[in-house]
């Protein structure tokens, strides 16, 4: 195991993501095989993380670290429907460690899992900053809500 963020949750707990967004493929996310292009897929995932992260850390100053090895299994074609799970692994003091999972809706097959994908909380001068969390939230209350008057 790295020395960067050691997982800290149970087994139980980091067993398995949480499905929540859900895209529909379409032609202008194809590749020139006609299934869906890998490279659409990276910045889907890569938003649902930032979001996922910024929910969890409470800080919308939340960049990606770090994306392990990515092995595409399956794939999706036109009018497919996936699904983006994602699970937070391990809180670390500035970072978060997150594990992905992507399958097709239609053919029920894995497109892809990720082990860790690493978020890092940063402060307003784009240092990292500890975010003092330790554990997931199901709800919504780190949601950074100041700037709005709250
Ligand atoms: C994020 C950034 C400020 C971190 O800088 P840094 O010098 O690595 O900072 P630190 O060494 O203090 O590490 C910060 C956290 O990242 C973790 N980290 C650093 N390198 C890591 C790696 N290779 N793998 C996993 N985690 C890593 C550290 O363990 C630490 O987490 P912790 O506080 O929970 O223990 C800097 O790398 C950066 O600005 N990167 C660009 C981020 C970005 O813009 N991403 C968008 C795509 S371009």
């Known amino acids: ?4 963020a050691a997982p800290n949750l149970t087994p139980r707990e980091a067993d398995d993501v949480s499905y929540r ?8 996310d194809l590749n020139a095989n006609g299934t869906l292009f890998g490279g659409s897929l990276l910045r889907w995932i890569d938003e649902e993380a930032a979001i996922y992260s ?4 409470g800080n919308p100053r939340s960049v990606t670290k770090l994306i392990s090895e990515i092995e595409f299994r399956a794939s999706a074609r036109q009018g ?3 699904e983006m799970g994602l699970r937070a692994v391990a ?3 500035t970072s978060m460690t997150m594990r992905a999972k992507v399958r097709n809706m239609v053919t029920g097959e894995v497109i ?7 978020f890092v909380s940063l402060d307003e001068d784009g240092r990292p900053q500890p975010h003092g969390y ?5 709800d919504r209350d780190r949601l950074p809500l100041e700037d709005r008057g709250h």
Do not use: A, N
């Open 91 to 93: 809180f670390g003091r």
């Open 54 to 57: 910024i929910i969890q850390l």
């Open 134 to 138: 330790t554990d997931i939230t199901y």
């Open 1 to 4: 195991m790295s020395e960067h």
């Open 80 to 82: 497919d429907m996936i």
């Open 112 to 118: 892809l899992t990720i082990d860790k994908i690493v």
């Open 21 to 28: 967004t859900r895209k529909w493929v379409k032609p202008e």
